[in-house]
């Protein structure tokens, strides 16, 4: 029972053998119900890789002369350092090229710039906002009231998901059919913990201002996340409770009325052993005297000793893999379309990037 | 570089030791390392209670207990052992209304806990986790009734917040902006700001309204009446953490991030007086020993592409593979360690080795004890 899971991604990377066939790619019908989608809200257990899917999925959405923007929210400068940059402005730049001349602008929001800009828009208060600085606007916004905090930072990227060309801040002025500044929009948001607080501003603003502006601006910002061309997408990791924590955020997710997305299954490890020969690894009935064999073969020193050691590895990664299968499986029936990403050599940097939005691509993103 | 070794027996059988605080950043196995400290404190004699924020279930269920909260409750553990082990979990409400409740007169507690403010400052006010595991932590203390008190700190986004953030609130609470929106209008702090007051005033209430800062006004009153100043009763918390019964250990994964978190921990803790025991190194992957340990990525991999030219060896080639990168992920984890060790010379180190699965009861727990106690391999047939 344990090595016949779903056909997962393509193993891609160096570690292909020869005799372990390597798994079909997954069809690119399963991102499908996500195709449409204008805004990607990317969450997640802390530790899986959130910002890295996030930028990968902008990229592959970009791919073939689209336009993205990728935005982080937590005020951590997560894009910056996956990137290996300095701190990011809050601006919208061009950071990355998708394959086929798209691009992907990067915007690192954080609430107090959120807020200035907010007021100096709506109401031209440039002013009162530097006094609310000397105030402690941040303290305020941050501490106060987590839920105007939010409004703000979720307000920033709804309003790039509705901005048409050449009417930034008021998309309500541009002629019918003016086409979206962005095709698509990724936002890198807190992990699951927080995701239904944040993403339920409705609710979160009610409570504070039931009237005026930043409740009129909370629900445009909600009627945006609500919509069914937003898709709240879950990373995880072949991993128990990274897994537990995407079942429990998707259930969470649909009950608050918003649309679930994919399950990104990050840093995937290539499967070395075909199946038998992984459930001798596991059961520790390998043949050690082959195993010597083949490292004499390759002329290795002490090849007894040797395979002695590299035994205990084979099992490790035998046991391993017979509970990434058990997840695996459970991932798959909570019934989301299922994308794999895989473990990287090296994690960061713009190669990184491009690597794993190709994998996405491979498996039906922005095509 | 060998770092010099966590004595994590000697850290617990201290008498004088009452507290061990665990923190790091989220995800690396805060929990599971206090609650693994916890067991071996309580099977090496010592009563002891677990304070965890970690409302997973699956930590309670792995100390046998269908589920944690407010008050500790005792672990089951099997018969003859010398300590007793209690959990459990904070409820940041629950304490909170215990503080109002014990500080105030039922009416002025009443008027706290059903001020609209209440519910947003108990609930969802950045810091108040942090403050009110604090609170937790020391109302354990003062009890006298334990041993020792192992904490499980928040999951915050940096590990520094849960020694900002009491302070952070409690000045907060005190603060500019506070003591601005909640003093008559027309009187002190007002006249000095001068221009763009109306405006300020004017912009607060356009984002939180009216009713929203009435609330706040009379809650700010009734509880500052009740305590006298929030800032004074974090800061005392905050010394609890400065004494010398009290010890840090730093929790991380040998990971570019979770690593840099813990060298800003070390510094902050020396700067600020408090006592680190250790750092802890989860999750790592060392080599096995014997030849395995001498053979390199590269030369592994190179012996694989060899081997992968006749295809006649398919077992040994992956095993090369699988060999080389686990020896590169084992360079990485040195590097990060020692480059931590060279920052922060003296840090003492234990280091768990990865496990394929997660921790479910309590072998699971006493095995990650061992570990950190120096242990050898011993039952460690989960590690990876």
């Known amino acids: ?367 | 570089m060998t770092p010099e070794t966590l004595d994590v027996d000697e850290l617990l059988d201290d008498p004088a030791r009452r507290v061990v605080v665990c923190c790091g950043s989220g995800g690396v196995g805060k929990t599971t390392s206090a609650a693994a400290l916890g067991l071996r404190a309580a099977e090496r004699g010592r009563r002891t209670v677990v304070i965890t924020v970690d409302p997973a279930r699956r930590l309670a269920q792995s100390m046998g207990l269908e589920s944690l909260d407010n008050t500790p409750r005792r672990v089951p553990l099997p018969e003859g052992t010398p300590g007793e082990l209690h959990a459990m979990m904070l409820d940041m409400k629950r304490t909170f209304d215990q503080v109002v409740e014990e500080h105030a007169d039922p009416a002025r507690a009443r008027q706290i806990l059903d001020n609209p403010f209440y519910e947003t400052l108990s609930t969802s006010f950045s810091g108040t986790q942090e403050y009110m595991a604090m609170e937790r932590l020391g109302q354990l203390r003062e009890s006298e009734e334990w041993d020792l008190v192992v904490v499980d700190t928040p999951p915050s986004r940096s590990a520094l917040d849960f020694l900002d953030a009491p302070e952070r609130l409690g000045r907060f609470l005190d603060g500019r902006l506070m003591r601005f929106l909640t003093a008559p209008a027309g009187s002190g702090p007002l006249r000095l700001l001068g221009a763009g007051v109306g405006m300020v005033t004017s912009v607060i209430g356009k984002i939180v309204g009216a009713q929203f800062l009435n609330d706040l006004r009379s809650f700010t009153s009734a509880f500052e009446a009740v305590f006298g100043g929030f800032q004074e009763r974090a800061e005392r918390t905050y010394r609890l953490l400065q004494d010398p019964g009290t010890a840090f250990v730093v929790v991380a994964a040998p990971e570019p991030d979770a690593m840099r978190e813990a060298a800003f921990f070390v510094e902050r803790l020396a700067s600020d007086g408090m006592p680190l025991a250790g750092l802890v190194l989860n999750r790592t992957h060392p080599l096995p020993e014997g030849p395995a340990a001498r053979l390199g990525a590269e030369e592994a991999e190179r012996a694989a592409e060899e081997l992968s030219r006749d295809g006649e060896h398919p077992v040994a080639e992956a095993a090369l593979r699988l060999h080389a990168e686990r020896a590169r992920t084992r360079g990485r984890e040195l590097l990060l360690r020692d480059r931590l060790l060279t920052a922060h010379p003296g840090v003492r180190v234990a280091e768990v080795a990865a496990l394929a699965g997660d921790v479910h009861d309590l072998t699971g727990l006493r095995w990650v004890g061992a570990r950190l106690a120096g242990g050898g391999h011993e039952g460690s047939a989960g590690a990876e």
């Not at chain 1, 919509?227 to 009950?255: F, I, K, N, W, Y």
């Open chain 1, 1 to 367: 029972m344990l090595w016949h899971g779903p056909t997962g991604a393509a193993v891609t990377g160096p570690h292909r053998l020869r005799g372990v066939s390597e798994r079909e790619h997954r069809s690119p019908g399963s991102w499908g119900p996500c195709a449409d989608a204008r805004l990607h809200i990317v969450t997640g257990k802390g530790g899986t890789g959130k910002t890295t899917a996030a930028a990968a999925l902008a990229t592959a959405l970009a791919s073939g002369g689209r336009r993205t923007l990728l935005v982080e929210v937590e005020g951590r400068q997560g894009v910056a350092a996956l990137l290996e940059r300095s701190p990011l402005p809050y601006e919208e730049r061009t950071m990355l090229s998708a394959p086929g001349g798209g691009t992907v602008s990067v915007l690192a929001a954080d609430p107090e710039s959120a807020l200035m800009e907010y007021l100096e828009l709506f109401y031209g208060m440039r002013r009162a906002g530097q006094a609310l600085t000397r105030l402690g606007a941040v303290d305020f916004a941050t501490t106060v009231a987590p839920g105007v905090r939010d409004v703000l930072l979720t307000g920033k990227a709804t309003e790039a998901v509705r901005r048409r060309k050449g009417h930034r801040g008021r998309p309500s002025s541009a002629p019918a059919g003016t086409p979206f500044a962005y095709d698509a929009v990724v936002m890198d948001a807190p992990p699951t913990g927080r995701i239904g607080r944040f993403l339920n501003v409705n609710a979160e603003v009610a409570g504070l201002a039931k009237v005026g502006p930043v409740h009129d601006h909370a629900a445009r910002a909600a009627e945006v996340i609500r919509s069914d061309r937003t898709r709240v997408h879950v990373v995880t990791l072949l991993e128990e409770m990274p897994a537990q924590e995407t079942a429990d955020g998707l259930d969470e997710l649909a009950g608050l009325g918003l649309h679930p997305g994919a399950v990104l299954v990050n840093m995937v490890r290539p499967r070395l052993l075909g199946d038998a020969d992984l459930e001798a690894a596991r059961a520790g009935t390998l043949d050690r005297a082959s195993l010597a064999a083949g490292l004499a073969a390759a002329g290795l020193p002490e090849p007894e000793d040797l395979a002695a050691g590299l035994e205990g590895e084979l099992h490790t990664h035998a046991v391993r893999t017979e509970l990434e299968e058990r997840v695996r499986g459970e991932l798959t029936a909570l019934g989301r379309p299922v994308l794999e990403m895989p473990r990287l050599e090296r994690g960061s940097g713009e190669q990184a990037v491009q690597r794993l939005a190709r994998a996405l691509t491979d498996q039906g993103v922005g095509r």
